[in-house]
Every structure is written in structure tokens, then in C-alpha cells.
């Protein structure tokens, strides 16, 4: 199973970015794929996922209202629109993926390298 990131980079406060997970048809059909984001000093913490079965999402509180996550079913494609971002919004994002549907760190069963996310001024 691969996924393949892209879209980090340096944003201002108060910018967005978005974020693209690109998987096989299989992966993307089978697996629930979210994101996952660890900070520096900080543990990884689910941000954000969606089911592969019927589209339901799950935010984090600190993002609900800020992210939103979608995917594009032609593209095998999973998004993760980010607005209004904050400087503790800094992180290395990973693309995950599960055969459950629960947003939590010990159920991924694969992880993307990783993309730099940087808010800044």
C-alpha cells in the first residue's frame, strides 16, 4: 500500500493549504485514509479522516470548522482543505490508512512519509 503526499509548505497565519493523498483504486476502495500530524516535542494526533463505506468524517476539535477533508473517488484522491491556519497548526502531516474507521493511531495500518506543513510570519 502506498500514499503518496503532497501540498505542504510555508503559509502565513490566517492562510490555507491543502493537502492531497493519492493511493491505488484498491487502497482507496478498501482502506479508511485520513491525517495525522506530529509537531515537534509533541505525540502524533488524528486530524482528520474519512470512510472509505459511506464518506462519514471525523475532525479534530482543534480543526473542526478550519478543515475540511473530502476525496475525489476518480482521482483516488484524499484532500485535506486547510484555512484560517495558526502557528500550532505547524507540523509534519501524514497521510494514513485503516481497515477500521477510527481515526486513532494504533489502528493505521499504513503511513505516508510525511509533508511539511509551516505557519509562519
Known amino acids: 500500500v502506498q500514499l503518496e503526499e503532497s501540498g505542504g509548505g510555508l503559509v502565513q497565519p490566517g492562510g490555507s493549504l491543502r493537502l492531497s493523498c493519492e493511493a491505488s483504486?484498491?487502497?482507496?476502495?478498501?482502506?479508511?485514509i485520513g491525517w495525522f500530524r506530529q509537531a515537534p516535542g509533541k505525540e502524533r494526533e488524528g486530524v482528520s479522516c474519512?470512510?472509505?463505506?459511506?464518506?462519514?468524517?471525523y475532525y479534530a476539535d482543534s480543526v473542526k470548522g478550519r478543515f475540511t477533508i473530502s476525496k475525489d473517488n476518480a482521482k483516488n484522491t484524499v484532500y485535506l482543505q486547510m484555512n484560517d491556519l495558526r502557528p500550532e497548526d505547524t507540523a509534519v502531516y501524514y497521510c494514513?490508512?485503516?481497515?477500521?474507521?477510527?481515526?486513532?493511531?494504533?489502528?493505521?495500518?499504513?503511513w505516508g512519509q510525511g509533508t511539511q506543513v509551516t505557519v509562519s510570519s
Open positions: 494514513a490508512a485503516e481497515l477500521t474507521t477510527t481515526c486513532i493511531e494504533d489502528e493505521i495500518d499504513y
Open positions: 483504486e484498491f487502497t482507496f476502495n478498501t482502506y479508511t
Open positions: 474519512i470512510s472509505h463505506s459511506d464518506g462519514s468524517t
